[in-house]
Each structure stands twice: as C-alpha cells, then as structure tokens.
C-alpha cells in the first residue's frame, strides 16, 4: 500500500531519481534565497527563528538527559549560549533500537515519503538554518545559505534517490513455481523484506554541518535505520534544527521520534562509546585523519563511510587564458578561507615556467600573478568578508600563523575588519612557493587558507607528482591547465589510476572546490581521502539488507 506521504512527493523522487542516472543539472531546491522563491517574509522569519533560539534551552524531548551544555562559540564573534540536552549515550542507542521494528514496518515507500518531506520542511526553513550554518561554521551568508541549505538538501535527497532505486529492485513477493514433469510442480510463495543493518551514527563537522551530514542521514534513515546525529561540539545548531524539524515530521506519523536523535557530548570517550556500541551498524564521519583512523581501526562492528583529510593540486602545464586561469584560482583559494575538503592545496608549476597566451611566464611570475590576483579579488573589504567568511577553529588561525615556516611568502595573510561583525576572525589566503622536494611542507592537508606553489621539473613531473600525491596522501579533486592533448590525456590516465575527480582548465564561473548534487560525484573511495562517494549505489546498498521468508502454496 502506497504511503501518503510517497504519493505527496513522488513527482520529486521520481525527478531525483532521473537525475542521478542523466547527471544533468536538476534540483527541486532554488539556491538564490530569493522572497520569489520562499516567501517575502521569509528572509526576516528565518532570522527571528534563528534568534530566538539564542541563550534557551533547546528542547528534543529525548531521552535520558542528564544535563544541558552550550560550548559553541561564533567564529563572528556574537553570543551564542544556546544550551542543548546530554543524552547518555546507551541510553540513545536503546531508545533507537525500540523505534526501529515500527521503521521497518512503514516499508520503502513509507520511509522515503517522511525523508521527502522532512526535506521539504528543511528547504521550507532554508532561512533559519542559513543563519545557523552561519555563525557556527564562520561561512559567509551566501555560501551559508546555498551549502547549509539548498545544497545540502539536494545532496540529501541524492541519497533518498540513491537508496529508492536500490530499495525498488526488490519486489515484495514472488510466486516461486518449479516444473516437476509428469509430478505437480513445487509451488511456494515468498516474501522480502528490506530490513536496515542497525542503528546509524552520523558524525558531523565544524566546517559543514549540514553539506557532509545529510548524505549520511538520509541514507540511513531511508534504507530502514533509525539515526543518531553526533554533531561538531562547534556547530550543534544546524544539526539540533534538522534532527527536531524530522521527530516533528515522525511524531506526526506516528512513529517514535527516537527514531531520529540527537547526541551532544562533553567527553570524547562518549563519542567513541557511541562508535563502538555494538547496535551501531554503519558510521558515517568527515573530519580528521586521526579520529577517522580510529573509527577504522576500532569500530569494527560498523561499515565505515570516512571522508578525511588530502592535499588536493592542480597542475599548470599551459593556459591559453592566463588572465581567466588566475581569476578561477583566486576565487578557488579564497572562498571560504580555504576552509573545504575540496580546496585547493598545492599549485604544480614546471620550473622552467608555462606557455600562455600572453607569453612565456616563468615560475615566479605565475606565483607573482596569482598573489596579485588573489590580492585584486579580496581588495573590497566587503566582497572579502562575504567571500572568506570567518576562521572556524583556533587551530586553524594558528596554522594560518606559522604557515611562513613552510616555505618563502609571496601573499602574507592579512586579517580583514568586518563592518557586521567586529569581533570576527576574518583572514585572506596565505601563498607560499617551494619545491618539489620539500615534501614537508606540501605533502599533508594545512587546513584553512594556505597554498603552496610548488616548483617541479617540467608539465610530466607535474602529472607524476599529482598522481603519488593522491596515491599517497589523498585528494578530493584535482585540476590542471593545459593547451596540449597529450598533457591532458596524461593527467586524465593518472587519475583514473589513482581514483580522483578531475576538473580541467577552468576559467569560467565552475571551480574546482565546487560539487553539483546530481551530477558530480564527491569522493571516489579510491584513494586515502575518502573510501565512499556523495552520493552512487555503493553508498547507500550496504546499509540494508533482504530478509525473505517463504512457505508452501497450493
């Protein structure tokens, strides 16, 4: 029996699920926060949503609450003090095992339809969320509002798609008839039914709370498993939103709510209790080497989805648009203060220089031209703002500091004065030139705004060092520039080999740190960066698994 709720938004499922096989553009989910669009009162409904969230207590009615914690901090500088429920852990875990029969029962078609419209609801409050992402992560309110919400919510229902697509292979029941000759065949009937793996773990990032936390929810939840949401201790808003706005949707089911949870804790001992509890099946993380190590190492009880940390590169062989070619890599370095799984790290540059079309430029002059470009780009104190964003974390502002012990400095980071925001860190890029064999000092993720113009032999160098770079230390994406075939299809064979996306000369309004829901991939699972993908079958398939029984029939 179809389910309200599937029927309600099926024309959605049915575009999303065209689109994941077209990989053209699509989405349901307008990116311009236009009052066209979501209403004219919803810009100012959205942040009197979001403030009035601010020093209260933000109410779940989750079980076995043991105290309230408020330990952001905005990285803009203004008072938070929004105190959310400790729930012990066990206690969680126990509370989701209960409401998963009720889950599986509503069936594929019952589950889709809530995750549809617990999306629904999230775009419909795209506003409050943006707000949210805002002044947790230190995004600027463009990108706040596009990756925290619409963004997010197609990566989301990629995931939906993903598993509809997976789940819909399987019929319900089948009338299984074996021929037997002159005897009366063997006849039974049999039924399957999709049955989730366990309880979920999604752990969330400081830096995108919502952009690399839905495609694991949504997975989860919709191939039958209820979900705990760990949220970044520095970004628990956005996520306390989305786990609230789906126990409404659930309740109003009549489904437990504790089928969606969320798990704030004080003590990193928690967390991994959490990760190695053995109800929980699958885990999903993004963030650093060290604690998704762990999670590799120990969890072993649980399929691991990891995204972590890589030193993503683009090689400058040849452009035959300099001027175009330095503006895309300005904007590639600047957006979000390099705070992106996705940005660019290490520039490779021949030593003897490149062909362009305004002459030969030699290795100095490109990292001479590229400072200036980034330098001309963030000259408006009010684009720089709007671009950098804010510095997340204290780490991050301390690499930013000691990045000039890497190599020599061709841009110094400079710290731009904010006219909303007095008391936020905003810094611009840090650029820095060294050679190939300082592996030191470009060979691993400095996160935040620091880059490295790195000196190789020539444009096969260039290749050969991008591909062992991948290889050994990872990458979510890649570029090059290059006029000539052969370079090209070099590059493209060392990344099928090494298992990295690829962006090839860009010098329009694509970059290379940019993802499309739909039609990019994020995330190979081929090199040390990730071991799964945003979003194929492979992401979602393992989470759930057919439970047949059968019995004779006449």
């Known amino acids: ?60 009615g989750q079980p076995g609450i043991t105290g309230w914690t408020s330990p952001e901090r905005s990285p803009y500088g203004i008072a938070l003090d929004v105190r959310y429920p400790v729930s012990t852990p066990a206690v969680l875990v126990e509370a989701a095992q209960a ?32 707000h949210a992402v805002m002044m947790t992560s230190g995004q600027g309110w463009m990108m706040a509002f596009q990756a925290g919400g619409p963004h997010a919510q197609d990566r989301g229902l990629e995931a939906v798609a993903w598993a509809w697509a997976e789940m819909s292979k399987v019929p319900a029941e089948t009338v299984w008839e074996k021929p037997q000759g002159k005897n009366p065949p063997l006849k039974m009937q049999k039924h399957y039914e999709i049955v989730g793996r366990g309880v979920a773990l999604v752990i969330g990032c400081g830096t995108f709370p919502t952009w690399n936390t839905y495609p694991g929810l949504f997975a989860a939840l919709a191939t039958g498993n209820p979900v705990i949401v760990k949220a970044h201790s520095n970004a628990i808003l956005p996520a306390a939103l989305t786990v609230r706005i789906a126990r409404e949707v659930l309740a109003e089911q009549g489904l437990d709510p504790n089928t969606v ?7 990193r001992a928690d967390t991994q209790a959490l990760a190695t509890d053995p109800a929980v099946k699958s885990i999903d993380f993004t963030g650093s080497n060290v604690f998704g190590q762990w999670l590799l190492d120990n969890a072993r009880q649980a399929q691991v989805y990891a995204e972590l940390a890589g030193v993503n590169n683009v090689v400058i062989e040849s452009t035959d648009n300099y001027k175009a070619m330095l503006r895309n890599l300005a904007f590639t370095l600047s957006l979000y203060a390099g705070q992106m799984c996705t940005t660019t790290q290490a520039i490779l540059v021949p030593a003897g220089g490149i062909d362009t079309d305004q002459g030969r430029k030699s290795f100095d002059e490109v990292a001479a031209d590229l400072a200036a470009a980034i330098d001309k780009f963030l000259a408006d104190p009010a684009t720089a703002t709007a671009v950098l964003g804010a510095i997340q974390s204290e780490a991050t502002l301390a690499r930013i500091d000691e990045a000039g012990e890497y190599g020599k400095v061709v841009l110094a980071s400079r710290k731009v004065e904010h006219a909303d925001f007095p008391k936020a860190e905003v810094r611009t890029p840090v650029l820095l030139t060294c050679d190939a064999a300082d592996e030191k000092s470009y060979m691993e993720e400095r996160f935040g705004p620091i880059s490295f113009i790195v000196k190789v032999a020539d444009g096969a160098a260039a290749v050969a060092l991008s591909e062992r770079i991948v290889r050994e230390h990872g990458a979510l994406t890649v570029g090059i520039y290059s006029t000539r075939p052969e370079v090209l299809e070099a590059m493209t064979e060392a990344t099928l080999r090494a298992g990295v996306a690829l962006s090839i000369n860009l010098t329009g309004g694509v ?44």
């Open 1 to 60: 029996m179809s389910h309200p709720l599937f029927e309600k938004h099926q024309a959605t499922l049915d575009a999303a699920v065209a689109a994941i096989h077209g990989r053209g553009y699509w989405t349901p989910y307008p990116e311009m926060p236009s009052p066209k669009v979501y209403g004219e009162t919803a810009a100012d409904d959205g942040k009197k949503a979001f403030e009035a969230c601010l020093g209260k207590e933000f109410e779940l």
């Open 99 to 130: 409401a998963m029969p009720a889950w599986r029962k509503v069936g594929a078609q019952g589950r889709v339809g809530v995750c549809l419209e617990i999306l629904d609801r999230l775009n419909k409050r795209s506003f409050e969320i943006a």
């Open 261 to 267: 949870t969320l798990a704030v804790v004080d003590k």
């Open 511 to 554: 970059f290379v740190n940019q993802s499309a829901a739909f039609s990019d991939y994020h995330g190979v699972g081929m090199n040390p960066a990730a071991n799964a993908s945003y979003s194929d079958a492979a992401f979602v398939a393992n989470r759930f698994r057919v439970v047949q029984r059968r019995y004779h029939v006449e």
